[in-house]
């Protein structure tokens, strides 16, 4: 619990600081470029995690609940899988690169998807040392070397924006992110360095495990960016700018909660053996209570919040902070049950609860869309959530992982926090599908 604490601070220190960084660097970028720009980026990046989310043969995961985890053959095995899918993304990408740009209306995509795919490629190589970190619970040093190479792609961005006034900045930036990352890990992670290997025991464990979170992160990819990839052909590319402003806001919550259950708790439950004991508890109460609280801020203050930071084109991404803040409240909740299935090496309820997630949040995104535009995408996202939710209970309980006082303590909680911020900001919600 010691490790996993020390873990858990060097994770919320390391994304928030990634975020600072990235939130500053957005402040700069969306004064230098133009909101079409953050559109034409947010369609790149769906295709990118995409792509990247239907190729995942579950290696970070194989590699933290394995008995062999720290075996060489073993990791080299996974590192030669992941440089072959590196090359095998890119490939796909340009393929994809004319269909996606036929199917946006956007030609630009022809020439930026396949270079921002380089990114993929560079992502293969990289160690499994960063794995081994991550099975171990040791976390300072990647976290250092982490926060590095996005200051060093950021920097690249603002540079690129000053000189280019173009969204290849974003693009370039991104790769060169990726090739920072490469060989700070490489040179300043601990251990030795990864060879080609293909060992048959090693190959037929990772395809057994990953095969079920290889399906799961196929739906994953439409739970994470199901929304833009939708929104993207009902809004132009201007108010998909402005969407994802408020997204990326909405978002730090739960993307800080989604890298501390990744990281933490597959080691937790590994070693604790269940979900009751009063530490775990005490964790899970902790780290449910911060999220929903920076979920609540950002409902509250969101309209306050966009004014102050950014100029009058991005006034609108307000409301959308507050309905995104309330529609994810629900996924907070639930957020430390699904990694005790991945725990105990039970990736098809894994899958399961994934896949449920997804369909339920597409279905209802694209219903909403179509019959009350944003506004309706946003509340049927959170309907969404509420019913996953129920799925994940019982993917909880087959664990025996499942805290129902916890679960409707967060539950009112989030309900009068929400009542509040819609109370507050009426007007600008109401408003929205007007101006969007």
Same mark, same amino acid.
């Given at each position: 619990?010691?490790?996993?604490?020390?873990?858990?601070?060097?994770?919320?220190?390391?994304?928030?600081?990634?975020?600072?960084?990235? &939130?500053?660097?957005?402040?700069?970028?969306?004064?230098?470029?133009? *909101?079409?720009?953050?559109?034409?980026?947010?369609?790149?990046?769906?295709?990118?995690?995409?792509?990247?989310?239907?190729?995942?043969?579950? %290696?970070?995961?194989?590699?933290?609940? =394995?008995?062999?985890?720290?075996?060489?053959?073993?990791?080299?095995?996974?590192?030669?899988?992941?440089? %072959?899918?590196?090359?095998?993304?890119?490939?796909?990408?340009?393929?994809?690169?004319?269909?996606?740009?036929?199917?946006?209306?956007?030609?630009?995509?022809?020439?930026?998807?396949?270079?921002?795919?380089?990114?993929?490629? %560079?992502?293969?190589?990289? *160690?499994?040392?960063?794995?081994?970190?991550?099975?171990?619970?040791?976390?300072?040093?990647?976290?250092?070397?982490?926060?590095?190479?996005?200051?060093?792609?950021?920097?690249?961005?603002?540079?690129?924006?000053? %000189?280019?006034?173009?969204?290849?900045? &974003?693009?370039?930036?991104?790769?060169?992110?990726?090739?920072?990352? &490469?060989?700070?890990?490489?040179?300043?992670? *601990?251990?030795?360095?990864?060879?080609?290997?293909?060992?048959?025991?090693?190959?037929?464990?990772?395809?057994?495990?990953?095969?079920?979170?290889?399906?799961?992160?196929?739906?994953?990819?439409?739970?994470?960016?199901?929304?833009?990839?939708?929104?993207?052909?009902?809004?132009?590319?201007?108010?998909?700018?402005?969407?994802?402003?408020?997204?990326?806001?909405?978002?730090?919550?739960?993307?800080?909660?989604?890298?501390?259950?990744?990281?933490?708790?597959?080691?937790?439950?590994?070693?604790?053996?269940?979900?009751?004991?009063?530490?775990?508890?005490?964790?899970?109460?902790?780290?449910?209570?911060?999220?929903?609280?920076?979920?609540?801020?950002?409902?509250?203050?969101?309209?306050?919040?966009?004014?102050?930071?950014?100029?009058?084109?991005?006034?609108?991404?307000?409301?959308?902070?507050?309905?995104?803040?309330?529609?994810?409240?629900?996924?907070?909740?639930?957020?430390?049950?699904?990694?005790?299935?991945?725990?105990?090496?039970?990736?098809?309820?894994?899958?399961?609860? =994934?896949?449920?997630?997804?369909?339920?949040?597409?279905?209802?995104?694209?219903?909403?869309?179509?019959?009350?535009?944003? *506004?309706?995408?946003?509340?049927?996202?959170?309907?969404?959530?509420?019913? =996953?939710?129920?799925?994940?209970?019982?993917?909880?309980?087959?664990?025996?992982?499942?805290?129902?006082?916890?679960?409707?303590?967060?539950?009112?909680?989030?309900?009068?926090?929400?009542?509040?911020?819609?109370?507050?900001?009426?007007?600008?919600?109401?408003?929205?599908?007007?101006?969007?």
């Amino acid at each position: 619990m010691a490790r996993a604490l020390r873990s858990t601070s060097w994770i919320v220190l390391g994304y928030g600081g990634a975020q600072a960084i990235r &939130l500053a660097s957005n402040l700069i970028l969306t004064r230098l470029l133009f *909101p079409e720009a953050f559109g034409l980026m947010a369609l790149i990046q769906v295709v990118i995690v995409g792509l990247t989310l239907f190729s995942d043969v579950g %290696i970070g995961p194989s590699i933290a609940q =394995s008995k062999r985890g720290d075996d060489r053959d073993f990791l080299n095995t996974a590192w030669t899988i992941q440089a %072959i899918r590196g090359g095998c993304l890119w490939l796909a990408a340009c393929a994809l690169s004319w269909p996606v740009a036929v199917f946006y209306g956007e030609s630009s995509l022809l020439v930026y998807l396949p270079i921002a795919a380089l990114s993929l490629v %560079i992502a293969g190589f990289n *160690p499994t040392r960063i794995e081994t970190a991550h099975r171990h619970l040791q976390m300072g040093r990647l976290t250092l070397l982490d926060l590095a190479s996005q200051v060093i792609g950021i920097i690249v961005m603002i540079i690129g924006a000053v %000189i280019y006034q173009s969204v290849a900045a &974003l693009v370039v930036g991104g790769v060169v992110g990726a090739l920072a990352k &490469l060989a700070l890990t490489h040179a300043f992670l *601990p251990g030795p360095g990864n060879q080609f290997r293909w060992e048959r025991p090693a190959v037929q464990e990772l395809v057994h495990f990953g095969k079920w979170i290889f399906l799961s992160t196929m739906f994953w990819f439409f739970a994470s960016q199901g929304d833009k990839a939708i929104l993207g052909k009902f809004l132009s590319l201007e108010g998909l700018g402005i969407y994802n402003i408020g997204y990326f806001l909405a978002s730090f919550p739960l993307m800080l909660g989604q890298n501390v259950t990744a990281r933490v708790m597959i080691p937790i439950y590994r070693e604790a053996g269940g979900g009751d004991q009063p530490k775990l508890r005490r964790m899970r109460y902790g780290l449910s209570g911060g999220l929903l609280a920076l979920l609540a801020v950002m409902a509250l203050a969101g309209p306050w919040l966009v004014s102050v930071l950014y100029d009058p084109r991005y006034l609108q991404s307000g409301a959308i902070l507050v309905m995104l803040s309330l529609a994810l409240m629900p996924q907070v909740i639930g957020m430390t049950y699904d990694q005790a299935a991945l725990a105990a090496g039970d990736s098809r309820r894994f899958f399961i609860s =994934s896949a449920s997630r997804a369909s339920l949040q597409i279905g209802m995104l694209l219903a909403g869309v179509i019959y009350a535009g944003l *506004p309706g995408a946003l509340i049927g996202l959170g309907v969404a959530m509420l019913l =996953s939710h129920l799925v994940l209970i019982w993917l909880a309980r087959a664990h025996g992982v499942w805290d129902a006082r916890h679960d409707l303590t967060f539950a009112l909680l989030g309900v009068g926090l929400g009542a509040l911020a819609v109370w507050l900001h009426w007007d600008r919600v109401l408003g929205l599908s007007a101006t969007v």
